[in-house]
């Protein structure tokens, strides 16, 4: 005897099936389609890091820039000292001998103005230079109005020199070149401690020679 529901006849086709478990969704090729999630789908193109302008001049890899010696200022402001002493006099002569005395003291004034602007600038300039030692390469910052940064492998290299004038050598500092086959990818780390430059050209110097041995 069929079971009747409401006096209906009894039909197993009109019943609800057991449904199969659900797994991931299909594509009609009957590979998986892909899951949402943090990762992009396979194909895409990832999007280029984005930096702030700053960055673009940071040493990176942790690193901070090494500064150079505050008696890079104080070299560069005697300097022009020593140059506003002759120019001021010769100024002096001439106009105090044809104009009198207002247009020597003006002379005299702006003499000393440029002297002032020249250790300004020096000072700014020493605050903006910095080098850092990367595993590959050197990387040397600098710029007061136009803010530059130069990276120099080690591997291309040809030389390091130090220099060092009669004045700076009095005052203990000296001079880091790094000469590349390009003279544009040049670096110059001046204003160093004559100790400190001489450690950074024995590491240079090795490091070079390292990877050009490699190449």
């Given amino acids: 005897m069929n079971p009747n529901h409401g006096g209906q006849p009894y039909d197993p086709a009109a019943q609800p099936q057991p449904q199969p478990p659900q797994g991931p969704a299909q594509g009609e090729a009957g590979q998986a389609a892909p899951v949402d999630g943090p990762y992009p789908p396979p194909g895409a193109v990832a999007a280029p890091p984005q930096y702030r302008p700053d960055e673009a001049f940071a040493p990176g890899g ?11 200022t104080g ?10 002493i002759p120019v001021g006099a010769l100024g002096v002569f001439l106009l105090g001998r044809d104009g009198g005395l207002a247009p020597a003291a003006m002379w005299v004034f702006a003499v000393l103005l440029a002297a002032v602007v020249v250790g300004i600038v ?3 300039d ?23 940064l130069i990276v120099v492998p080690y591997g291309r290299m040809q030389f390091v020199d130090v220099t060092a004038g ?29 100790a400190e430059a001489a450690l950074l050209r024995d590491r240079l ?11």
């Fill in 62 to 72: 942790g690193l901070v820039w090494r500064p150079i010696s505050g008696r890079h």
């Fill in 75 to 84: 070299q560069r402001a005697l300097t022009a000292l020593l140059w506003a």
């Fill in 122 to 124: 020096a000072e700014l």
């Fill in 126 to 148: 020493r605050r903006s230079f910095g080098y850092a030692e990367r595993a590959d390469d050197l990387i040397v910052t600098h710029g007061v109005f136009v803010k530059r």
């Fill in 166 to 194: 009669l004045l700076q050598r009095w005052m203990g500092i000296a001079t880091v070149r790094m000469h590349t086959a390009a003279a544009a990818t040049d670096a110059t780390v001046p204003g160093l401690p004559a």
């Fill in 205 to 215: 110097a090795q490091k070079g020679e390292e990877r050009s041995m490699g190449l």
